[in-house]
């Protein structure tokens, strides 16, 4: 099992002569990476840009075009494993631009949940907090402390305070995250839901790109 603290190492790797490139999140290494053992995947090579790219969304489409255009020679395709994650239409014209695909989706909530069911949902559950395995594993890294919440807990009703539930995402069925994830609602002072979700349409987008074409 790969720990978070290798996300970065395991985005630069493996350095193979794969005919597809994964240029994606590292929140979403793990998943990756389990998909490509599950399936035989072994002609996808993963490059992982850093998950904290997610604090600044702006920076996004400039990081995965760096990614591409450095990596790009020697592979037939490349695929971007991101949805389009705060960029406003931004990451989608970039690989229009450039001539590959990605995730559809707004975020990964949503094809984690399934795009259609998400989208369904959505106006019913716009009081809901999501958390995904990653988010679980790295909930004071990417939520308390930049929120300030560690320092100041007293702020959590003011970023909080319009939120009645947190949804836990969980693509594992893990009894540990789970006691964590129920932790993270308790600190935020919100209900917990858990679903399982699996990998949702993550799976699908990986098997399209996996294809092999001719």
Same mark, same amino acid.
Not at 55 to 69: D, M
Not at 194 to 200: A, E, I, K, N, Q
């Given at each position: ?14 350095? =193979?002569? +794969?005919? $597809?490139?994964?240029?994606? /999140?590292? @929140? ?5 990476? &389990?998909?490509? !053992? ?60 450039? =001539?590959? +695909?990605? $995730?559809?989706?707004?975020? /990964?909530? @949503? ?5 259609? &069911?998400?989208? !369904? ?81 993550? !799976? ?11």
């Amino acid at each position: 099992m790969i720990d978070d603290a290798d996300l970065t190492r395991e985005g630069l790797a493996p350095q =193979g002569r +794969g005919r $597809v490139l994964l240029v994606a /999140c590292g @929140a979403l290494a793990h998943e990756i990476l &389990a998909l490509k !053992a599950a399936n035989g995947w072994d002609h996808l090579d993963l490059q992982c840009l850093p998950a904290i790219l997610h604090n600044h969304p702006e920076r996004i489409p400039e990081s995965v075009a760096r990614a591409v255009e450095s990596r790009r020679d020697g592979y037939d395709r490349v695929f971007v494993v991101y949805a389009d994650c705060g960029t406003g239409g931004a990451l989608a014209a970039l690989c229009e631009r450039l =001539g590959v +695909g990605m $995730v559809e989706g707004p975020h /990964c909530y @949503a094809f984690f949940e399934g795009n259609a &069911a998400f989208a !369904a949902r959505a106006e019913e559950e716009f009081t809901a907090f999501y958390l995904t395995d990653f988010l679980v594993r790295q909930f004071d890294a990417f939520v308390w402390e930049p929120l300030g919440l560690d320092r100041h807990p007293e702020l959590r009703d003011t970023y909080f305070g319009n939120y009645d539930r947190l949804v836990y995402q969980a693509q594992t069925d893990d009894p540990a995250l789970t006691a964590k994830a129920q932790d993270c609602a308790r600190r935020l002072g919100l209900t917990f839901e858990r679903r399982l979700t699996g990998y949702g349409d993550l !799976a699908a987008a990986l098997a399209g790109a996996a294809a092999r074409e001719g």
